[in-house]
């Protein structure tokens, strides 16, 4: 049997229906409900969550502003409001001022690495860790994995001391 090509348009849509047309999981949409007014579905009879074509738009304005414009709930909500109350669900206005965006802060950008320290810092000495004496009664091969656990834990360690020096100190 051959499947459809394209989807009906249908009244209502039940909350799977919903999440597998706009590519996005039903705890997802839950939570959306939750944080956005705008989005209360009706319920069936049988209390399942029922999405009009209407709704659906609403649930593709808010997954393109957080997903492809970057923005918070906070103002994903905020520009969703202004969107609803103006009657331009989605529909370009004008470029918006960052201060409005509301988006999450980008990440500070990684610190060059220095060329070449003149003097690499004195590596520090090892504090000496003291071996753990198992107690009778308790299994030699748990004593065993805890030495290694703890040489392992030392090596690392060692490790990291070597890049810190690599690295150079620490500019203010």
Same mark, same amino acid.
């Given at each position: 049997?051959?499947?459809?090509?394209?989807?009906?348009?249908?009244?209502?849509?039940?909350?799977?229906?919903a999440c597998?047309?706009?590519?996005?999981?039903?705890?997802?949409?839950?939570?959306?409900?939750?944080?956005?007014?705008?989005?209360?579905?009706?319920?069936?009879?049988?209390?399942?969550?029922?999405?009009?074509?209407?709704?659906?738009?609403?649930?593709?304005?808010?997954?393109? @502003?957080?997903?492809?414009?970057?923005?918070?709930?906070?103002?994903?909500?905020?520009?969703?409001?202004?969107?609803?109350?103006?009657?331009?669900?989605?529909? $370009?206005?004008?470029?918006?001022?960052?201060?409005?965006?509301?988006?999450?802060?980008?990440?500070?950008?990684?610190?060059?690495?220095?060329?070449?320290? %003149?003097?690499? $810092?004195?590596?520090?000495?090892?504090?000496?860790?003291?071996?753990?004496?198992?107690?009778?009664?308790v299994d030699?091969?748990?004593?065993?994995?805890?030495?290694?656990?703890?040489?392992?834990?030392?090596?690392?360690?060692?490790? %990291?001391?070597?890049?810190?020096? @690599? @690295?150079?100190?620490?500019?203010?």
């Open positions: 049997m051959a499947a459809k090509a394209r989807v009906q348009k249908r009244l209502y849509y039940k909350i799977g229906e597998k047309a706009l590519g996005i999981q039903p705890y997802v949409l839950r939570y959306w409900e939750t944080e956005f007014p705008a989005l209360t579905p009706s319920k069936s009879r049988s209390g399942q969550r029922v999405y009009s074509e209407k709704e659906l738009e609403i649930i593709r304005r808010i997954k393109t @502003l957080l997903y492809d414009e970057g923005y918070t709930i906070a103002g994903a909500k905020k520009k969703l409001e202004g969107e609803l109350a103006s009657g331009s669900l989605g529909e $370009p206005e004008g470029e918006e001022p960052e201060e409005e965006r509301e988006a999450a802060p980008e990440p500070p950008a990684p610190k060059a690495a220095p060329a070449a320290p %003149a003097k690499p $810092p004195k590596p520090r000495a090892a504090a000496p860790v003291p071996e753990p004496e198992a107690p009778s009664g030699t091969d748990a004593g065993e994995r805890v030495q290694r656990l703890l040489s392992g834990i030392e090596e690392a360690l060692q490790e %990291a001391r070597e890049i810190l020096t @690599l @690295l150079g100190p620490k500019s203010p």
